[in-house]
Nanobody, 124 residues
């Protein structure tokens, strides 16, 4: 089992930045790929970004490419999502998820463990 806890969400103005953290406990975290997803009210959960177990490979949805970046510190069992130039359409609950050998990485069903989510609200 892997337990995930997100933090770092909040209310910001358009153009601001936030850094989300996903802290893991339980099994060896460095064995797992990690994905970030978000879900706005009335919408389906959507893929945002992913990072492989080593941190050497990252992947992004087109909607966040160039603005968001994900990284990880396996020594601290933590994954980060740096969000810059935030837009009102980025408003959502953000979730981190972990899985082994995740494929396809954009699909929520590919991940085995999920955090409880952290709310990000961007005002215009």
């Amino acid at each position: 089992q892997v337990q995930l806890v997100e933090s770092g969400g909040g209310l910001v103005q358009a153009g601001a930045s936030l850094r989300l953290s996903c802290a893991a406990s339980g099994r060896i975290f460095s064995n797992y790929d990690v994905g970030w997803f978000r879900q706005a009210p009335g919408k389906e959960r959507e893929f945002v970004a992913a990072i492989n177990w080593s941190g050497r490979s990252t992947y992004y949805a087109d909607s966040v490419k160039g603005r968001f970046s994900t990284s990880r510190d396996n020594a601290k069992n933590t994954v980060f999502l740096q969000m810059n130039s935030l837009k009102p359409e980025d408003t959502a609950a953000y979730y981190c998820a972990a899985g082994g050998s995740v494929y396809p990485r954009v699909a929520a069903r590919s991940y085995d463990y999920w955090g409880q989510g952290t709310q990000v609200t961007v005002s215009s």
